[in-house]
């Protein structure tokens, strides 16, 4: 603070002592105004950056020449402890008006298509829609032609009993077609995408020549939003309490998750989806050598179902559309304050570079686990060639996980995210790879550095991303027609409002 000194009657004779008072404190009013005005000033210019991009001023440009800063320490409650509830819970009764189901005469086969958890959303859908059409439904067929081409029968992934059981007051299921309808016109359907109760009550009048119904692919085969409360909730039924695990994969699912609690008590479940098929599919190629590249484009374009052949991977990576890297996954957990020592569980297939790329994470987090070294050779080997097998092993313990990440938001992701919510909204990050990527740039680009202020900016990005309750998205603004429901949030990653209600509501 500035603090003149009082002049002598000799050097200054014409001032008084007491007039010099009011001048001293003009000038600090002075002063201090415009130090007001001029931090406002910044607070207004901060407030006007768009929400994906981190300006440039929030990284001081003295920092390149400084040593990195070790962040700050944060709590082991902010680190691990799961969102509050708000006093929600899941809720899958049906409402007052819902009919036992009757016994029909028509009959619902499915073909499922996709990964595991591609199919087991898209057989939850396919109950729905079997109650929809009044259909009795068989138990569906499992894609053996996606890229991981598993031969398992639906009673290896799951519980084939119990889905029936479970299922008796919604939908009548048995297991196979009666015999004398297996050689009868069947009217084969491909059924449009995110339909509407309507588009499937206008659909039933093919019993009218038909006593059988073959869908040829069964994800996302319902809206995601404005579908009657009992639909919506025996969807959520048929997902979370019927479509369970098979016996085998449920008791080793748990066996390891009681060995990882053994190892660390606590630990974060990583799917990390940098897998071959999915940067084949993303057409992301970032920090790939041209070998590689040139690999997985000859890959896409071999692959008949995959429309899209050319990609722009600067593009695609700018806009948040590839997997993270697992030396980016390394810096983002770092930032938000997890310790090297953090039990890891990678939940994923084969990584694409191998041991070589998982370095770049393992160099940050050396405690990292996988199936092969958390399974006896024994439990591995009855895992071996049947990947929607391991899958399951990989979902189970991403759900009992005390935080779940996902390096990208695909059907895996979602799904866990989704139980996540309905089990009480377990601590999950979503990473918001598009802000992520512009951080990550300017890092490697020598524009700043790893330290305190990075990290606070990583953080305060996801202060919000952490898997607290909030209603599920509606399309994005501006978009019309069917385009509208590609842009919604999907049922099965956010199944509230319909099946998490309050304590007063029907649950």
């Not at 000038?27 to 440039?56: A, M, N, Q, W, Y």
């Not at 320490?73 to 189901?101: A, M, N």
């Not at 109760?197 to 093919?206: A, N, P, R, W």
């Not at 084949?280 to 692959?303: H, I, N, P, Q, V």
Request: hydrophobic share 35%; glycine share 6%.
């Amino acid at each position: 603070m500035w603090n003149p000194r009082l002049p002598t009657r000799r050097a200054a004779p014409r001032f008084r002592r007491g007039n010099l008072f009011p001048v001293v404190l003009i000038i600090i009013l002075f002063f201090s105004l415009s130090s007001l005005f001029l931090t406002r000033k910044g607070l207004d210019e901060d407030d006007r950056e768009t929400p994906h991009r981190v300006p440039d001023k929030v990284f001081p440009h003295k920092i390149l020449t400084m040593k990195p800063q070790i962040p700050e320490q944060i709590s082991e409650q902010d680190l691990w402890v799961t969102p509050s509830s708000f006093g929600l819970h899941p809720c899958t009764k049906p409402t007052s008006r819902y009919e036992v189901s009757h016994v029909s005469d028509h009959f619902l086969t499915v073909k499922s298509n996709g990964g595991l958890n591609q199919m087991r959303t898209g057989i939850s859908d396919m109950v729905a829609v079997a109650r929809i059409m009044n259909a009795t439904l068989v138990i569906p067929q499992l894609d053996r032609r996606s890229f991981w081409k598993d031969t398992s029968t639906f009673s290896e992934i799951f519980d084939e009993e119990y889905f029936i059981e479970a299922l008796k007051r919604d939908v009548r299921v048995v297991k196979a077609l009666p015999k004398e309808l297996e050689s009868v016109p069947h009217a084969r359907k491909h059924f449009t995408s995110w339909a509407s109760v309507g588009y499937y009550e206008e659909m039933s009048h093919l019993w009218n020549q038909y006593q059988v119904i073959h869908v040829a692919k069964s994800d996302s085969r319902l809206a995601n939003n404005d579908l009657p409360l009992d639909i919506q909730r025996l969807r959520c039924r048929a997902l979370y309490h019927a479509l369970r695990f098979s016996p085998p994969i449920e008791i080793l699912g748990k066996k390891l998750v009681e060995r990882l609690r053994d190892r660390g008590g606590q630990y974060i479940a990583l799917h990390l989806r940098y897998e071959k098929d999915m940067l084949s599919f993303t057409g992301c190629t970032y920090g790939l050598t041209e070998a590689e590249s040139e690999e997985l484009r000859k890959m896409r374009e071999s692959t008949s179902h995959w429309k899209i052949k050319k990609i722009n991977s600067t593009e695609q990576r700018l806009e948040g559309y590839c997997p993270l890297t697992p030396n980016e996954v390394g810096i983002f957990l770092r930032a938000l304050g997890y310790p090297a020592r953090t039990l890891i569980y990678i939940a994923s297939g084969e990584i694409y570079g191998g041991h070589a790329r998982l370095l770049e994470l393992s160099s940050r987090f050396q405690n990292l686990v996988f199936k092969e070294t958390l399974a006896t050779k024994e439990e591995l080997e009855a895992l071996r060639d049947h990947a929607s097998q391991a899958a399951a092993i990989d979902y189970i313990i991403s759900v009992e996980s005390d935080v779940f990440v996902a390096s990208y938001s695909g059907n895996m992701a979602r799904a866990v995210e989704g139980h996540r919510r309905f089990l009480g909204h377990r601590k999950t990050i979503n990473p918001d790879r598009k802000g992520l990527v512009n951080i990550l740039d300017k890092l490697e680009s020598g524009k700043l550095s790893e330290g305190t202020s990075f990290a606070h900016a990583i953080r305060e990005m996801h202060a919000n991303r952490q898997g607290a309750p909030r209603k599920r998205r509606g399309p994005s603004a501006g978009i019309k027609g069917r385009a509208r429901f590609r842009t919604e949030e999907s049922f099965y990653e956010n199944p509230y409002p319909e099946c998490i209600c309050r304590r007063n509501r029907n649950g």
